[in-house]
């Protein structure tokens, strides 16, 4: 029974990474919270650590010699340079340790303003922004220090969404509550434009295929995106909201993609091509097929979000 180590599990994407893990059979599963008040384990299988991704010495007591370890943990909001801390601190007890695989989620915009319009994991990368940079540096950190000392396996997932979740609250609140002219204007702006969005429990369910699947993924990024269906689109999407929320639809009158690539540059938007899609084969060739639809997803999200209290007394 090989131990699984996770990261960041009080997180939207760990909240599900964990029930994931936690549910294999004869699963053994330990988080690290900086605080004894951290999640509630979720079966008898977890275990809380306390420790801290910026304190190192609190790491040793969290790592197992041929432990799995799954990092989610991302410190957004803090000072520059403490996620580079946190990795190498990761890393360098994961070195002690002697753990048999690290598998560390990114993300699929790392590749910033790429002209790519089907993007792989071969694409080059250009960082756009400082997240897709602090991102970008992560992976490397992890696949430097910990190159020929145990596998490392690199998760890119696309625009994450799903119960609980930020991903899709915009669009849904939007749809929800802008007037019929609003909502038409916005349609014929954004049309067909690809929203890249990917379900949590897809990615959930990746991040424990890579955990636990016997192939070797040493030093190798996937994608993980919903991509391929296409109603993973901004008409779509709204579309299916408005029929499923009993409004009624708006016209469909689509802007010119070349006239929208320019309003999204305009915006500040790192990808300004609304036609891009991000694959991932990589992924289903390595024998990935535990997905739930995508628009089962979205219904999922669309009868959770109409009923949040906020929702209800709209």
């Not at 930020?166 to 049309?191: C, E, I, M, N, W």
């Amino acid at each position: 029974m090989v131990t699984a180590c996770l990261t960041g599990a009080s997180g939207f994407i760990g909240s599900h990474v964990l029930k994931t893990l936690a549910s294999q059979p004869g699963a053994c599963v330990r988080i690290l919270s900086r605080g004894a008040r951290g999640p509630a384990p979720a079966s008898p299988a977890v275990r809380v650590v306390v420790g801290d991704l910026l304190d190192a010495t609190s790491l040793r007591a969290f790592v197992d010699r041929g432990a799995v370890v799954v990092n989610v943990a991302y410190l957004a909001g803090r000072e520059p340079g403490d996620n580079r801390t946190a990795l190498e601190n990761l890393a360098r007890a994961c070195a002690a340790a002697g753990v048999s695989r690290v598998v560390h989620v990114s993300t699929a915009v790392v590749v910033g303003r790429t002209p790519d319009r089907v993007v792989t994991e071969a694409t080059a990368c250009s960082p756009a922004n400082a997240y897709e940079a602090s991102k970008l540096e992560g992976e490397e950190i992890l696949l430097g220090l910990l190159r020929g000392v145990c596998a490392v396996t690199i998760v890119r997932p696309t625009e994450v969404f799903g119960e609980g979740g930020r991903g899709l609250l915009k669009l849904a609140r939007s749809v929800r509550h802008d007037s019929p002219l609003t909502g038409a204007v916005k349609l014929a702006l954004s049309g067909r434009r690809r929203l890249n969005l990917v379900y949590v429990w897809n990615v959930a369910a990746a991040i424990g295929f890579l955990a636990a699947v016997d192939a070797p993924v040493d030093g190798r990024r996937y994608i993980v995106s919903d991509d391929d269906a296409p109603e993973n689109n901004y008409h779509d999407v709204v579309q299916f909201l408005r029929r499923l929320w009993r409004r009624p639809p708006v016209p469909a009158v689509a802007c010119p993609p070349a006239l929208l690539s320019v309003l999204l540059r305009a915006r500040g938007r790192s990808n300004v091509d609304p036609r891009r899609t991000y694959s991932a084969a990589r992924l289903a060739a390595l024998g990935f097929r535990e997905r739930i639809p995508f628009t089962t997803g979205l219904e999922r999200f669309a009868r959770w979000y109409a009923a949040q209290p906020s929702e209800a007394a709209a």
